[in-house]
């Protein structure tokens, strides 16, 4: 746990001995905070010279083995010029970065990245050059299944599906796959409300996921403008995997899982955000963390939530590292503790 009250925003895991985290603190300005575990203790760094200016925490991004890319984050008005790079030993700076502003950021191997820019623009990072492509759909989130083997999802505006009955459109999930050729878009399932369908509606895919052994799964939502009419339609939960050939829906998960993201997946299961873990065989397990010692300034009555913002695999191994806060609720001085936690298996 940090000496301050906050959040950890990103955490990169190259070894047991080499963790990195990026943190903000809760001081009215924001200020970031870049920590390193060499295996022995956490330490606080300065943050790269060869980083450039960042309005908010930077984001650390694992560049296959033993790399990291420390990322800049700007509002509209700034740039992400320069970026720093991680090789086990020392921070330089990254020689090339991709133009634009990034949206996401997924890669294999520090010769085969790709980033999405815009919504609109694919870009590929080869060891030599950036080259970019049009994205079929608006898209908001990519994911690498593999080499030649790239996911984006998003939603579309026109086509089967978007005529509401009025003058507004009603935008539905879309695809698209990278082949190593070019992008084509793929057939989604619908997501419409029934009659009388709610004002403003809209549906669209905000995630995908490729997990090694698991194949590819995307979730997003179909939802509306609330508060307009009497009698409104719960939102609805949007979950597709790829069985080879098309897009499956998903049937809901069990107990606490239903309507959960994963956040990364082991052998037997996924680990969802919200602390839940869902096996392959459908069981649904909440996963159990300790509190805060009263040391913190957390007293014995007070209400603490964990909520995690990554987990990552230590390499070559079956641990786990999360970064995070615990949100500690009590009268009088509440805070945010900003936290590193580590699965322990077969803990009660």
Not at 185 to 199: I, K, L, M, S, Y
Not at 288 to 302: C, D, F, I, Q, V
Request: proline share 8%; with cysteine; hydrophobic share 35%.
């Amino acid at each position: 746990m940090a000496d301050f009250s906050g959040k950890f925003e990103d955490v990169a895991v190259l070894a047991a001995d080499d963790i990195w985290t990026v943190a903000t603190e809760f001081d009215g300005r924001g200020k970031a905070h870049l920590l390193h575990y060499d295996g022995k203790s956490w330490r606080q760094e300065p943050f790269p010279e060869a980083l450039g200016e960042s309005l908010y925490a930077p984001r650390l991004e694992e560049v296959g083995e033993g790399e990291i890319w420390l990322r800049p984050q700007n509002d509209g008005n700034g740039t992400d010029e320069n970026w720093a790079r991680w090789d086990g030993t020392r921070w330089s700076a990254v020689p090339n970065p991709p133009p634009g502003k990034v949206v996401d950021f997924e890669a294999i191997a520090p010769d085969d990245v790709w980033t999405l820019v815009g919504g609109q623009s694919a870009q590929h990072w080869d060891g030599d050059r950036w080259s970019v492509t049009r994205l079929p759909i608006a898209a908001g989130d990519l994911a690498v299944a593999g080499p030649n083997d790239v996911w984006a999802v998003g939603s579309r505006d026109t086509g089967p599906g978007t005529e509401s009955g009025s003058d507004e459109r009603y935008s539905q999930p879309a695809s698209a796959h990278w082949d190593g050729a070019a992008w084509k878009p793929v057939d989604t399932p619908q997501a419409r409300f029934d009659d009388p369908v709610p004002p403003e509606p809209g549906a669209g895919l905000l995630h995908v996921f490729a997990f090694a052994g698991d194949g590819v799964r995307a979730y997003g939502s179909n939802s509306f403008n609330h508060g307009e009419v009497d009698n409104e339609p719960a939102d609805e939960f949007i979950q597709l995997r790829w069985d080879g050939s098309r897009w499956a829906e998903q049937p809901p998960a069990p107990g606490g899982c239903d309507r959960r993201t994963p956040l990364g997946r082991d052998d037997n299961g996924l680990f969802l955000d919200g602390n839940w873990y869902l096996t392959d065989d459908g069981r649904c397990v909440k996963i159990g963390r300790h509190r805060l010692p009263t040391s913190t300034g957390a007293r014995k009555t007070s209400n603490q939530s964990l909520w995690l913002k990554e987990i990552h695999r230590v390499p070559g191994t079956d641990a786990w590292v999360g970064a995070g806060q615990v949100e500690v609720n009590q009268s009088g001085a509440p805070f945010s503790a900003p936290v590193i936690v580590r699965l322990r298996r077969g803990a009660a």
